[in-house]
């Protein structure tokens, strides 16, 4: 009798062991299949400055972007292997649009897909103005949202001029980065001289911030090839 009760303590103990070594490894799956290396929100500035022809070389500048053989291996060589991004268009007061939702990708296949995706992404808005303060804030809050554990979190926006409507982006520039984000930039310079030094000095911020720019729309592809390459780690730059 008293060898039995001591077997089915015994049984007991190694099933609450088992068990919980299970709920681990469970725990440890998951985390996997969630964790990036860097979680991305793209916000593209749709705003009126933007015209159909320059809208269809950004959309389509992206999705060769993010599915170059370049892209690919930087993700690839990255710790996790794996990055998150999502996709917003943005333009004046209360204008936020997110066209992609969070998308875990890691393969050639997965970043290809994504890029078909984006290729087929409709324009939000035409003949709005250009609030770069509620951007950075829609971007911060779905970063918030975000079901993935990143190691880093960015903002990525890209536009051809600066706010002219709404606050001050600096507010919400400054809030991002008190929340560990950091907001990187594309500026389409166009005949805007000065808007590489207006992104440097109101948008972006955070640890190892920077600006990325393009003489036009014709040279957003590349631009965003180059950025989309320094913010994934990669140290293969051109």
Request: net charge neutral; proline share 2%; glycine share 8%.
């Amino acid at each position: 009798m008293v060898g039995n009760i001591k077997n089915i303590r015994l049984i007991t103990i190694i099933s609450v062991l088992v068990l919980g070594l299970w709920a681990v490894i469970h725990d440890n799956i998951s985390r996997a299949a969630s964790g990036v290396d860097v979680q991305i929100v793209i916000a593209l500035d749709v705003s009126a400055s933007v015209d159909a022809s320059e809208f269809k070389l950004m959309r389509e500048g992206l999705a060769a972007a993010i599915s170059s053989p370049q892209v690919v291996s930087a993700v690839a060589n990255g710790k996790r292997g794996a990055i998150a991004v999502s996709v917003v268009q943005w333009s004046g007061f209360t204008e936020q649009e997110l066209k992609l939702d969070w998308t875990r990708l890691s393969t050639f296949s997965e970043l290809n897909d994504f890029a078909a995706r984006i290729r087929k992404m409709t324009r939000r808005y035409k003949d709005g103005a250009t609030d770069i303060g509620g951007a950075l804030n829609f971007s911060r809050e779905l970063i918030l949202a975000s079901p993935f554990q990143a190691v880093r979190s960015v903002i990525d926006l890209a536009g051809d001029g600066p706010n002219n409507v709404n606050y001050s982006p600096v507010i919400e520039r400054d809030r991002a980065i008190k929340q560990g984000m950091t907001i990187n930039g594309l500026a389409v310079i166009g005949e805007v001289s000065v808007l590489e030094d207006y992104f440097v000095q109101f948008i972006i911020g955070g640890p190892d911030a920077f600006v990325e720019k393009a003489s036009d729309f014709d040279g957003f592809s590349r631009a965003m090839e180059r950025k989309l390459i320094r913010e994934i780690g990669s140290m293969f730059l051109f």
